[in-house]
């Protein structure tokens, strides 16, 4: 067997993402496209890049080891490059945002503010308070608003007239940042909003004064102060988000909507048509799509959205087309279909996915007639819905005065690539630096059992017919919030292949609530998180087991993070006689100790469904154990809070069940962001095989 070190080169590449282009920008005139890449597939520092169309070249606008390279020592040119890049690790230009004309691009690095003529390259620093968070242009590229401190701020293009638009007003309060939920919860990571004509900002205010306060302390550093966290937990109060229309002098007008029923600010925006909100419901049943009156912030519904268990909130709306037409989802049987002006465009059967954006009625979206796959699709008045991609795998795409850049990750390489197609025009290809694997993917997709549940087998490269059968590790995700058997040569799959290599054939389901099967399927979980996602971990095992004899189903392990964490504790504690060993990382053990807007979505609250707390809680089941557990945590994770990992090993511990614990100093709930992370595949590794041969 070959001796493989893929985890480390994973780690190097960041996962196979360092070299790839990413958060495409077009220029209005559709002929030059702006985005970020590092110059190398293990280079960790991400430069701003512009690549003109009509001549297929590329141009470097800003490199940050440029930008922050010393000077005045004596150094080899190696050595000072190697020193720059090394300390710009973490300081790369994360994201940026330009004016309307894409004439003027801003970055935040290492704190300060810069921006950039993308004419020129010319490059500068601006004298901004520091630290700088989410500095955006206004549209006519004179003014620029950032974040500091919890005070958004404005500054001109200049560098003169920096100050303060909004200062918080009470010791909890911040202006233009998203609250807890809206960041890890609703997909919304942004709290002001620019008007076109960039007169006025329509800007959230968040107060966290009534939510409850938590702290995460070092315990490898006593000497430091633990840090406070506001922290939202299932059943408990959430931030009082309000939304202001605020003028360039400081003065604003509230937004008003009726916050009782409606205390969620799922989205908001400001178009050619004026400033749009939409807000919902505590129970997340319902959902209200409003325009704001810029004389008085009184609002107006332009739609309403109800269902029984929850409203999902899909990425990209609401939003408007150049003319004015409303975009928005219905959920129709088994299928979520985009509409437009309230009537349904896409088919039946072609599951939405996103709107990524509009270039004046055309509408870019993705969507799935097949579960495993995610494609590029546009709509337009004049043809409807059509597909814009075929190959099998994961697309995206910007659109922009007929420009499309096309994104695409398939089974054929590691990492995205970049196309950008014009009408009429040879497609240009965005250059990639993105690593080869060292490991190749064997791997067998298949759909199983009545439901029909998609999985993805992984063998040993090594092995033949007739070889000794092999232990199982089942390695999902399975929950909600992310689809780990798609077409695509993802690091995850890459981990899973990893584990196949050194003795086991692996297999991974996305069964009950996984998106991309329709609502009906990812309503299937609501009160009860882990019982129909177990039962079809447990059918797919042995629907692909009757066809694969080179499984051993007296030898079947399990291992998973986050909310597959959960899933392999409870397939240890419930169903024993099918599993015999489990490595859980990072597991939400209580389900009360999860933030409101994801916990209630699937559970209610606590003081409605107690019986579905207890019941989805791996504490409850603790003393059932009787197999091998392996418990990891780290205990920098303010998304997952160690506390879980803690209190599960104690219940563990006064029941008298023998487990292992791993806890991670200075790790978060990215574990495999972490420098540490060969090592932790090698120590789960070395769990498996102890206990499964």
């Known amino acids: 067997m070959p001796t493989i070190s893929l985890p480390h080169q994973l780690t190097r590449t960041r996962g196979f993402t360092l070299g790839a282009a990413e958060q495409f920008t077009v220029a209005p005139d559709g002929a030059t496209v702006f985005f970020l890449r590092t110059r190398t597939g293990d280079d960790p520092v991400t430069c701003l890049w512009a690549l003109d169309l009509d001549s297929a070249r590329e141009r470097l606008l800003v490199d940050p080891a440029e930008l922050l390279g010393g000077a005045g020592e004596q150094l080899s040119e190696e050595e000072r490059t190697r020193r720059e890049r090394s300390r710009t690790l973490a300081a790369g230009i994360i994201g940026y945002s330009?004016?309307?004309?894409?004439?003027?691009?801003?970055?935040?690095?290492?704190?300060?503010?810069?921006?950039?003529?993308?004419?020129?390259?010319?490059?500068?620093?601006?004298?901004?308070?520091?630290?700088?968070?989410?500095?955006?242009?206004?549209?006519?590229?004179?003014?620029?608003?950032?974040?500091?401190?919890?005070?958004l701020r404005l500054i001109d293009a200049d560098g003169t007239g920096d100050h303060a638009l909004a200062a918080p007003d009470g010791p909890a309060v911040t202006f233009g940042a998203p609250e807890h939920v809206a960041a890890e919860s609703m997909d919304r990571h942004r709290g002001y909003w620019w008007a076109p004509d960039g007169e006025r900002l329509l800007v959230a205010r968040v107060d966290n004064a009534d939510v409850l306060l938590w702290y995460l302390a070092d315990p490898a550093d006593p000497a430091k102060p633990p840090r406070a966290v506001h922290y939202p937990a299932a059943g408990s109060a959430n931030a009082e988000v309000t939304l202001w229309l605020t003028e360039l002098d400081g003065s604003r007008r509230e937004v008003r909507w009726d916050r009782r029923a409606f205390e969620y600010l799922a989205t908001a925006g400001w178009d050619a048509h004026g400033p749009l909100a939409s807000v919902q419901s505590r129970d997340q049943r319902t959902v209200q799509v409003l325009a704001?009156?810029?004389?008085?912030?009184?609002?107006?519904?332009?739609?309403?959205?109800?269902?029984?268990?929850?409203?999902?909130?899909?990425p990209g709306l609401p939003a408007r087309t150049a003319g004015g037409a409303l975009l928005g989802s219905v959920d129709e049987g088994d299928t979520r279909r985009l509409t437009v002006a309230g009537t349904p465009v896409t088919e039946p059967g072609v599951e939405l996915r996103a709107v990524l954006g509009t270039d004046g009625e055309?509408?870019?979206?993705?969507?799935?007639?097949?579960p495993v796959e995610i494609q590029l699709w546009s709509y337009h008045p004049e043809h409807g819905a059509r597909p814009l991609s075929a190959e099998p795998g994961v697309h995206h795409g910007v659109l922009r005065a007929g420009t499309l850049v096309h994104t695409a990750r398939t089974l054929?390489?590691?990492g995205s690539r970049s196309t950008v197609l014009r009408p009429g025009r040879a497609a240009v290809p965005v250059a990639s630096g993105v690593e080869e694997p060292l490991l190749a993917l064997r791997a067998e997709f298949a759909a199983v059992g009545e439901r029909e549940l998609r999985t993805v087998l992984f063998l040993p490269s090594w092995h033949r017919p007739g070889d000794p059968a092999l232990p199982v590790l089942l390695d999902p995700y399975a929950g909600p919030g992310f689809q780990k058997v798609l077409a695509q040569q993802s690091a995850h799959a890459l981990i899973s292949q990893w584990f196949a290599e050194q003795g086991f054939a692996v297999l991974v389901t996305d069964g009950s609530g996984v998106r991309g099967r329709g609502p009906r399927w990812e309503r299937e979980v609501h009160g009860d998180a882990?019982?129909?996602?177990?039962?079809?971990?447990?059918?797919?095992?042995?629907e692909v087991a009757a066809r694969h004899p080179e499984l051993d189903l007296g030898r079947v392990g399990i291992r998973g993070w986050s909310f597959s964490g959960g899933l392999a504790a409870m397939a240890v504690l419930k169903r024993p006689e099918v599993f015999h060993a489990a490595v859980v990382g990072a597991p939400?053990?209580?389900?009360?100790?999860?933030?409101?807007?994801?916990?209630?979505?699937y559970l209610g609250t606590p003081e409605e469904h107690p019986e579905h707390y207890a019941a989805c809680s791996p504490l409850t089941w603790a003393a059932r154990l009787s197999r091998p557990l392996l418990l990891i945590h780290g205990l920098a994770d303010d998304n997952v809070f160690a506390a879980n990992t803690l209190r599960f090993s104690s219940a563990l511990l006064a029941a008298g069940r023998p487990h292992e614990v791993l806890p991670l100093s200075g790790v978060t709930h990215a574990g495999s962001a972490s420098p540490v992370f060969p090592q932790l595949l090698e120590h789960q590794l070395e769990f498996l095989r102890r206990h499964l041969g």
């Open 98 to 151: 330009t004016d309307a004309a894409v004439s003027l691009a801003v970055f935040a690095l290492s704190g300060s503010l810069w921006t950039v003529d993308t004419a020129t390259g010319a490059a500068r620093r601006l004298p901004a308070e520091g630290p700088v968070v989410d500095p955006r242009p206004d549209p006519t590229g004179r003014r620029i608003a950032y974040l500091s401190g919890g005070t």
């Open 362 to 370: 055309a509408v870019l979206f993705t969507a799935s007639p097949d």
């Open 292 to 314: 704001i009156d810029l004389a008085d912030g009184s609002t107006t519904v332009l739609a309403e959205q109800r269902d029984d268990h929850w409203v999902h909130l899909l």
């Open 412 to 414: 054929g390489h590691a």
């Open 588 to 601: 939400v053990t209580d389900m009360g100790l999860y933030d409101t807007h994801w916990r209630e979505r």
């Open 530 to 542: 882990f019982g129909p996602v177990l039962e079809d971990q447990v059918t797919a095992l042995h």
